[in-house]
């Protein structure tokens, strides 16, 4: 096998799971109520990359203020870990600053012909919850 791809200053990252619990049904408004649980935290490495963080924005209900970014993660340490990250998991802690961001999209990364695949997982993050 040749050289694996490396993280450029890896930082600590804790990220809360989610776990499906089970839903209830609301009669008034007829419709099932989806409960999500956040299992026991997760302290990961990763290299962060910030595309917008905190800008305000003027909006009819106020200031918005946006996070947008990505982690990037190598795949040998999450299988090491046994960790699957999900859409919906949610990051509370980059380096020593605490957040309250939701992972929005996976993508794998890092495809070299001598890794036989990705090596690396993109998990792009923003400031809201996934719907």
């Known amino acids: 096998m040749g050289i694996e791809p490396t993280l450029i200053h890896p930082v600590d990252v804790i990220i809360k799971q989610s776990i499906d619990s089970e839903s209830s049904f609301r009669t008034d408004a007829r419709e099932p109520v989806r409960r999500l649980r956040r299992a026991t ?74 890794q036989n695949g990705a090596t690396l997982l993109k998990a792009f993050f923003a400031d809201r919850e996934p719907t």
């Open 41 to 114: 935290e997760r302290n990961l490495k990763a290299q962060v990359v910030w595309r917008q963080s905190e800008n305000p924005a003027a909006s009819f209900t106020g200031v918005l203020e946006n996070s947008l970014g990505y982690l990037l993660f190598k795949l040998k340490d999450l299988a090491a870990l046994n960790v699957t990250l999900m859409r919906g998991d949610k990051i509370i802690k980059i380096d020593k600053l605490a957040y309250e961001l939701f992972i929005t999209q996976l993508m794998p990364a890092g495809h070299y012909p001598d």
